[in-house]
Each structure stands twice: as structure tokens, then as C-alpha cells.
């Protein structure tokens, strides 16, 4: 990639007179949320961004930016954007369903059903059960 290009490519989206990002870091922190989802480079890119595994690579060590829907994917899989971007928060918002067991969909399935006074019966009798 020429200097010119790589230029446009680090600046992209940035005003004027602020900092561009920090692609190495944010490719460091897409190469970290890989590998605590159990995926390969190559199985990221192809079973779950549907992108090539030249352009992981490029994105792992800081040579381009990921495109916005492959935040969203991401988002889709319970990874904070924030976190990509930023390294601000924690890496994942929320359990993604697709990773839930059985079991826990099915409560999660009933304690979505029931109304308000149930749920707050359930979370006293959680956090006396289970106190932090």
C-alpha cells in the first residue's frame, strides 16, 4: 500500500485535529475477542464475518480498520464496539444467546413469559440465596 493510501486508509472518519485510531491496538484487541470466542483467524473470517482471511490479518496487525458491519457482527456475538474501538468497558456486553445451553434459554424463555412481581420475587430470592 502506498503512503498516500495508507494515509487515507488510518484517517478515515477522523476531523480535523483529532487523533486517528490506534489501528494496531484495535486489531490487537479483535485478535484477543478471536481467540476467547475459540475461533481461528480463518474460521472468523469465513464462518462468522464472511470476509477473507487477508483482510483478518490486515485487520490483526493494524493495517487497516474493520469495516462497520463487521462491527456489527461482532456486536451480534455479545463483543462491545466500545471496546474494540476505545478498549474502553468490557469486552463482551452479554452472554450471546446462541452460546446459552438448553436449560438456560428455557429459564430465560419462562422468566421473560411471567410478569414484573415475579421477576422481582425471583431476584430477592437469587441475591439471598446468592449474595455477592
Not at 461482532?74 to 474494540?84: A, R, T
Amino acid at each position: 500500500m502506498s503512503s498516500k493510501n495508507s494515509n487515507l486508509v488510518r484517517n478515515y472518519g477522523t476531523p480535523p485535529g483529532a487523533t486517528p485510531p490506534d489501528l494496531v491496538a484495535i486489531g490487537g484487541r479483535i485478535a484477543e475477542v478471536r481467540k476467547v470466542l475459540g475461533w481461528s483467524s480463518q474460521d472468523m473470517a469465513a464462518q462468522h464475518l464472511d470476509n477473507s482471511g487477508k483482510t483478518m490479518w490486515n485487520i490483526e496487525n493494524g493495517k487497516t480498520l474493520p469495516s462497520t458491519e463487521m462491527l456489527y457482527k461482532l456486536s451480534s456475538f455479545g463483543v462491545s464496539i466500545e471496546y474494540i474501538l476505545h478498549g474502553v468497558g468490557e469486552m463482551q456486553r452479554h452472554t450471546p444467546v446462541a452460546t446459552l445451553r438448553d436449560d438456560e434459554k428455557a429459564f430465560l424463555d419462562i422468566y421473560n413469559r411471567v410478569d414484573d412481581a415475579v421477576k422481582l420475587l425471583l431476584k430477592v430470592l437469587l441475591v439471598q440465596k446468592f449474595p455477592k
